[in-house]
């Protein structure tokens, strides 16, 4: 997310030095389905020079692009072919940002079903960054909410052992 990218440039770097995949999820996390073709150009294009800038990499090409949600009209599709861009495939999307810390077990058996079942797999886990004021405040008031997403590095570690292993 854009936003993220400036608010947190040394942990975009930090995944760059670390060899992973950057993927442009927008400039602000925000549904693409009813904004207009240039809006959504415009938010790809500005959370690719955030991206570009944060690991000092002027020339940086992102390959590919994840619509909120992984949504998004057919008809839009001519913007990220325009820049070169690919849409990044999800496997399971299945919600974690919403989840209290009670469904961790069913999230991670959710996953590693499917990636048993698909051979591996493209996973959407939530960090939860992006709201992370409004974290933070409904956290402090009730710890058991599905804002407190402190579970959710726990969860991804079990799952990257298991299937290690596997």
């Known amino acids: 997310i854009g936003k993220n990218v400036e608010k947190y440039p040394e ?7 670390d060899g ?18 240039k809006v959504i150009q415009d938010d790809i294009k500005k959370c690719n020079n955030a991206i570009a800038k944060a690991i000092n990499q002027n020339t940086f090409v992102v ?7 992984g949504i998004y009209r057919p008809s839009t599709r001519f913007i990220w072919d ?14 974690d940002h919403l989840a209290a810390e009670y469904k961790m077990e069913k999230k991670i058996n959710s996953i590693i079903k ?14 939860g960054k992006h709201r992370a004021d409004k974290l933070i ?17 726990r969860a991804v570690s079990s799952i990257i052992t298991t299937l290690k292993k596997e």
């Open 11 to 17: 942990i975009t770097n930090q995944i760059y030095k």
């Open 20 to 37: 992973h995949i950057i993927v442009n999820h927008g400039y602000d996390d925000k549904l693409i389905l009813f904004k207009s073709n």
């Open 63 to 69: 390959k590919y692009f994840r619509p909120a949600f």
């Open 82 to 95: 325009k820049l070169n861009m690919i849409i990044m495939p999800v496997t399971l999307f299945d919600f």
């Open 114 to 127: 499917a990636a048993r079942k698909y051979n591996g797999g493209i996973f959407v886990l939530h960090d």
């Open 137 to 153: 405040k409904n956290v402090k008031k009730n710890t058991y909410s599905n804002y407190n997403r402190s579970w959710i590095p």
